[in-house]
């Protein structure tokens, strides 16, 4: 299992990095991305401290972890600078919070997204079809999520996302340790969103193709050291 959106103390989440990355580890977990919300007040503060956390902790555990943020409720517009901030700053993944179901997100968040080519749309609730479509093409990942009120959107997503071959991942949006969950629960998850196990394997390799990837930005970033 890997999970690509979990938050900690950093944003609105109950654990400090390290316990919520030993409660992953204990669920058998194999590589964990810290996503805490920012938008333009906060960004400068919590990704660097998730990527000084991500760094301290090589070596010292075998869960791979991964420094990230989600841009939330931030005005469409600003959303590709705020994306571009970020990775500067430190984020080997961007993800942005999608136009989910129970929230007022911004109309146009979902587009903006991915227009901005963004990691991964988070809970993008009843995204347009044009949407899932463009996603397909910039490599965006969609999220079927297994957060309670966000997973509303999970049956919409996942069968545009087949019809137009979009990119999926399963994350939990975990804001504390009840959040966090395993293989077998993500596996129904999916099934109950209208996918196939298969599917749900896809999405499995789709993570780990994003884990790869950030872990080669970080490399960069470091000069190539691990």
């Keep these: 299992m890997i999970d690509l959106h979990t938050h900690t103390i950093f944003s609105d989440g109950v654990l400090v990095p390290a316990e919520l990355a030993q409660r992953a580890r204990g669920l058998g977990l194999s590589a964990l991305a810290l996503t805490d919300h920012v938008d333009q007040s906060n960004i400068g503060l919590v990704v660097p401290a998730l990527a000084k956390f991500c760094r301290a902790m090589r070596g010292l555990t075998d869960l791979v972890l991964v420094p990230g943020m ?18 500067r700053l430190g984020a080997a993944l961007v993800l942005v919070h999608g136009e989910t179901m129970v929230e007022p997100v911004a109309p146009g968040t979902n587009r903006a997204a991915i227009l901005a080519g963004v990691d991964i749309l988070a809970h993008p609730g009843l995204i347009a079809e044009e ?36 990119l999926l991942v399963l994350n939990t949006d975990a804001h504390g ?50």
């Excluded at 409720?73 to 990775?87: D, F, K």
């Excluded at 490599?139 to 996942?158: C, M, P, Q, T």
């Design 131 to 166: 949407d899932v479509a463009l996603a397909a093409v910039k490599g965006v990942r969609l999220e079927i999520s297994a957060r309670k009120g966000h997973s509303l959107g999970n049956g919409r997503v996942a069968a545009l996302a087949r019809k137009h071959g979009a």
């Design 177 to 226: 340790p009840e959040d966090l969950i395993g293989l077998d629960f993500a596996r129904a998850v999916a099934l109950g969103a209208g996918l196939a196990s298969a599917d749900f394997d896809a999405m499995l390799a789709n993570s780990r193709a994003l884990v790869a990837t950030a872990l080669r930005r970080l490399g960069r970033r470091s000069g190539g050291r691990k």
């Design 70 to 87: 989600e841009l939330t409720h931030v005005p469409p517009a600003a959303i590709a600078a705020l994306a571009r901030e970020g990775r």
